[in-house]
């Protein structure tokens, strides 16, 4: 079993930066991909970055020229740098990790409590 932790969310005006961290433990299987996902009011979720156990990195479209995400295996932790914030970028974001390189939420086995992110002016 996995268990993750999310931390860094916070409120913050549209064009603001946050950065996400997720906190995993010891992931020993392979492969395996870790993916943050976004939670807006209604309950819709969309995966808005990913990367599985090649190294091999994705992000949602609407994310790709704002959001970096990186990882320290070291420290077992993903983070997701957040730039140029907008409103539709407001929700819970969730940690999550399935067993194999399929990064999408039905391939999610464990997932964190996930960490509030809000954007107002």
């Known amino acids: 079993e996995v268990q993750e932790v999310e931390s860094g969310g916070g409120s913050v005006r549209p064009g603001g930066s946050l950065r996400l961290t997720c906190s995993y433990s010891?992931?020993?299987?392979?492969?395996?991909?870790i993916s943050w996902f976004r939670q807006n009011p209604r309950g819709e979720r969309l995966r808005v970055a990913c990367v599985d156990s090649d190294g091999r990195i994705n992000y949602d479209l609407t994310v790709e020229d704002r959001f970096i995400l990186s990882q320290d295996n070291a420290k077992n932790t993903v983070y997701l740098e957040m730039k140029y914030l907008r409103r539709d970028d407001a929700g819970t974001y969730f940690c999550a990790v399935g067993r194999s390189f399929y990064c999408g939420e039905s391939g999610m086995s464990y997932w964190g409590k996930g960490t509030v992110v809000s954007i107002s002016s």
């Open positions: 010891e992931i020993a299987f392979r492969p395996h991909c």
